[in-house]
């Protein structure tokens, strides 16, 4: 069984330790039933975050995570299976953290759950609140991760 996340740190801040320890992964494979996957995450500034989202979204704003699932390669051609990409806004992710009062490595780790959701073909705009249950359940089974 192999996982691969691919952290790009695009932004000039200094990237903190343990956004994505491999026990957190292993603990979120485990809760989704992933098995050899593959995700490229892109952390970015406000900038890059609102110029991709009016490009791909046509939304003119700011948002905190933007998921980009993959075509589903047949097993039998692949060995691992590419999820898609995420792009998670660092500035956004600080100014929610801050919000709510956490650390941003915590917000960091929700944002990477709800993105990883969706490219696992969950869509909280249209599912009749089945992806934010899924959301909650794996927070609290992983309480230790989002505290």
């Keep these: 069984m192999t996982r691969t996340v691919d952290l790009l740190w695009d932004v000039e801040e200094e990237q903190p330790e343990h956004l994505l320890s491999a026990v957190f992964l292993e603990a979120l494979e485990s809760e989704l039933n992933l098995v050899d996957w593959e995700v490229a995450v892109r952390v970015v500034s406000d900038g890059e975050m609102r110029r991709i989202n009016k490009s791909f979204r046509s939304i003119d704003r700011i948002t905190d995570v933007l998921s980009f699932p993959a075509v589903l390669y047949n097993s039998a051609v692949c060995e691992r299976r590419h999820l898609g990409d995420l792009l998670i806004c660092w500035a956004q992710t600080l100014r929610q953290a801050d919000k709510i009062g956490q650390a941003a490595a915590v ?18 705009e249209n599912d009749r609140g089945e992806m934010m249950k899924v959301q909650a359940e794996i927070k609290k089974k992983l309480k230790r991760f989002f505290m």
């Design 107 to 124: 917000e960091f780790r929700f944002l990477f759950l709800h993105g990883l959701l969706h490219l696992l073909g969950y869509d909280h």
